[in-house]
């Protein structure tokens, strides 16, 4: 069974730094991996995603990378703001459990709480 | 840029009533899928949907769950009785096609059952 795991649980840190989240899963059987941003009682936004096949991903100051072979992927956070504050969580899609048709669906990391102070 | 929407943001209700939370898929995604975070845990998949048909479902989507597209727009999950234990934030979710593809979710209602 598919495991995700994020790395810190929780972070701190000044406006202006750069920072990495780490995400791991158990199995590489992976379709794709997507970065979630989720603010307090509110929906989740999707940030990156990356294909089994593809390194990296990067939109503005968010850059993700996928290590499949090792079931590791990062997202890096360039020059963080108050702003960047937020959940963020990681997701894998992964065949069906059972076999036969699967329409892919994502299992989830806890999530990392981001909190940038000015 | 469309989005997926859900109504309502917030519902109560009571042990044992029925339940039947709304969402509105982007226009042209054919896959629909519904997950849940109970507070502080993980996001949860139940279900997918794919031309009028369950495509996969968890464990925790038991008989008291059903989901429907009941028109071109709508897609719902149905809990029949409710349980404490079924107190989430409900997360509908879309794609315009199958595996490769980004899910877009809603922002979520929040079903809190007393």
């Known amino acids: 069974k598919q495991e995700v795991t994020q790395i810190p649980a929780a972070l701190s840190v000044p406006e202006g730094e750069n920072l990495v989240l780490n995400c791991s899963f158990t199995?590489?059987?992976?379709?794709?991996l997507q970065w979630f941003r989720q603010d307090p009682g509110k929906g989740l936004t999707s940030l990156l995603l990356?294909?089994?096949?593809?390194r990296e991903q990067t939109s503005g100051r968010l850059n993700a990378s996928l290590d499949k072979s090792s079931g590791r992927s990062t997202l890096y956070i360039a020059a963080s703001q108050p702003g960047d504050s937020a959940t963020y969580l990681c997701?894998?899609?992964?065949?069906?459990?059972?076999?036969?048709?699967?329409?892919?669906?994502?299992?989830f990391g806890q999530g990392t709480i981001l909190t940038v102070h000015p | 840029e469309p989005e997926v929407t859900q109504t309502p943001s917030h519902q109560v209700t009571q042990m044992g009533q029925e339940v039947i939370l709304r969402c509105v898929p982007i226009?042209?995604?054919?896959?629909f899928y519904w997950y849940r975070q109970i507070l502080g845990q993980k996001v949860e998949f139940l279900v997918s949907?794919?031309?009028?048909?369950?495509?996969?479902k968890s464990e925790i989507f038991d008989d008291q769950f059903s989901v429907e597209r009941p028109d071109g727009s709508n897609f719902t999950l149905k809990i029949r009785s409710t349980k404490l234990e079924d107190s989430a934030m409900y997360f509908c979710?879309?794609?315009?096609?199958?595996?490769?593809?980004?899910?877009?979710f809603g922002p979520g209602t929040r079903l809190t059952v007393t």
């Open positions: 199995d590489s059987a992976i379709y794709n």
């Open positions: 990356i294909q089994s096949s593809q």
């Open positions: 226009s042209n995604h054919l896959y």
């Open positions: 949907f794919y031309n009028n048909e369950i495509s996969e």
């Open positions: 979710a879309s794609s315009v096609g199958t595996l490769s593809y980004e899910q877009y």
């Open positions: 997701a894998v899609r992964v065949p069906s459990n059972a076999g036969g048709t699967s329409y892919g669906k994502l299992t």
